[in-house]
């Protein structure tokens, strides 16, 4: 069975950072493309970081030069590295596999953890 679990989500100042974590387990996440998404109070969720099988990776425009997508094969586990936090990054922060090594459609959700960057 394929589980996905996130953590590291916290309360932090604008200007912070934050690592995120999501632990995978029933597959290898190499083997798959693997996905950071968010979604903000009253908003739909919106897409943010892919990182490809072959290790290619991928960012939304608003997040591009502050954030980086990394995984540890050995621990299964994929991260967000969230750097010059912003208010407007405030949101449920969600990893999700996809079907396929280079992309397509979520498979499998974590159940997200919470990013909140206040002062």
């Known amino acids: 069975e394929v589980q996905l679990v996130e953590s590291g989500g916290a309360l932090v100042q604008p200007g912070g950072s934050l690592r995120l974590s999501c632990t995978a387990s029933?597959?290898?996440?190499?083997?798959?493309?693997m996905n950071w998404l968010r979604q903000a109070p009253g908003k739909g969720r919106e897409w943010v970081s892919t990182?490809?099988?072959?290790?290619?990776?991928r960012y939304a425009g608003s997040v591009k030069g502050r954030f980086t997508i990394s995984r540890d094969n050995a621990k299964n586990t994929l991260y967000l590295q969230m750097n010059s936090l912003k208010p407007e990054d405030t949101a449920v922060y969600y990893c999700?596999?996809?079907?396929?090594?280079?992309?397509?459609?979520?498979?499998?959700w974590g159940q997200g953890t919470q990013v909140t960057v206040s002062s």
């Open positions: 029933g597959f290898a996440l190499s083997s798959s493309a």
């Open positions: 999700a596999k996809s079907r396929f090594s280079y992309g397509g459609p979520y498979d499998n």
């Open positions: 990182i490809m099988s072959g290790g290619i990776t």
